[in-house]
Structures are given as structure tokens and as C-alpha cells.
Nanobody
């Protein structure tokens, strides 16, 4: 069974940090791009960051310099280190995987709330 299991969300004060993790099951082969998307209440889902199997990264302008995406190819795992969080970062964060066969998988989402 193909699964993406996310963890690390929660409540944090403005200026704080969180680290999200997303582990893909071993049944997912030939992963090309791993990434994070987020959706805030009443807004469309937006890209946060992606990373290719070769390590090339892409970030939304709103998170550049604050968020860092990384991955462990051997473990099919992607991470998102989020620093200097602000209330505008509050959203459900979802993990996304795209394989070289153009098959796409989504995680169930994890809530990140930034509030004092």
C-alpha cells in the first residue's frame, strides 16, 4: 500500500520554528520530485517548496530565506525546516511526491498554526 506519512505539525508562537517530515512507503519507486504544499482557510493550495532527486530546490517567494527543504533518498523521506514562522504561515501542509513515471501521491496533511 502506497502511503505518505507526515509528522511535525502543531502550534507555535510567531518567530518560532517547526520541522515537518514526510515518509514515503517502500512501495513508491523512482521518486523524482518531493515537495510541500499548503492550504490556508479560504485560500487555494499553494506550493511551498520542492526538491528533485538531484537536490535542486524551488521555494515560494513568501518562504525564501525562512524555510529549508531537504530529503533522504534512501528513506523516501522529505523534510521542511520552517523558521521565523508568522501567522500567515498557518495552513494545512501536505506532502507531495512525483515519480519518474509521472505518478503523483499526496499525504493526508498536517496542521501548522502560528499564533500567540
Amino acid at each position: 500500500q502506497v502511503q505518505l506519512v507526515e509528522s511535525g505539525g502543531g502550534l507555535v508562537q510567531p518567530g518560532g520554528s517547526l520541522r515537518l517530515s514526510c515518509a514515503g512507503s517502500k512501495s513508491i519507486f523512482s521518486i523524482y520530485v518531493m515537495g510541500w504544499y499548503r492550504q490556508a482557510p479560504g485560500k487555494q493550495r499553494e506550493l511551498v517548496a520542492t526538491i528533485t532527486s538531484g537536490g535542486r530546490t524551488n521555494y515560494a517567494d513568501s518562504v525564501k530565506g525562512r524555510f529549508t527543504i531537504s530529503r533522504d533518498n534512501a528513506k523516501n523521506t522529505v523534510f521542511l525546516q520552517m523558521n521565523s514562522l508568522n501567522p500567515e504561515d498557518t495552513a494545512v501542509y501536505s506532502c507531495n511526491v512525483l515519480t519518474t513515471l509521472n505518478i503523483e501521491y499526496w499525504g493526508q496533511g498536517t496542521q501548522v498554526t502560528v499564533s500567540s
